[in-house]
């Protein structure tokens, strides 16, 4: 089993950054596909980015050349740096782990706040 505990999320103006963090448990870590996803009020949950165990990154068109995922497998942990925030970027962001021997597992979420 394997436990993601997100953090970072916050309050901020339009035009803001935030970076989250997405902590993980367990053993593996390095092998595993991880991504961010968010889901607003009201909102089907949505892809923001992944990135796989050999640093490929795949973004949603919508944070394109705003948002930026990493990973750091000594610490078990990926991050989601967010730039230039706009109001409609307002939703929980989920970290999710995509793990081929036992499936797919997601934190509790974080939430971000936009305001215009």
């Known amino acids: 089993q394997v436990q993601l505990v997100e953090s970072g999320g916050g309050l901020v103006q339009a035009g803001g950054s935030l970076r989250l963090s997405c902590a993980a448990s367990g053993r593996f870590f390095s092998l595993s596909v991880m991504g961010w996803y968010r889901q607003a009020p009201g909102k089907q949950r949505e892809l923001v980015a992944t990135?796989?165990?050999?640093?490929?990154?795949n973004y949603a068109d919508s944070v394109k050349g705003r948002f930026t995922i990493s990973r750091d497998n000594a610490k078990n942990t990926i991050y989601l740096q967010m730039n230039s925030l706009k109001p409609e970027d307002t939703a929980v962001y989920l970290c999710?782990?995509?793990?081929?021997?036992?499936?797919?597992?997601w934190g509790r979420g974080t939430q971000v706040t936009v305001s215009s």
């Open positions: 999710n782990a995509d793990r081929s021997w036992d499936g797919i597992h």
């Open positions: 990135i796989s165990s050999d640093g490929i990154v």
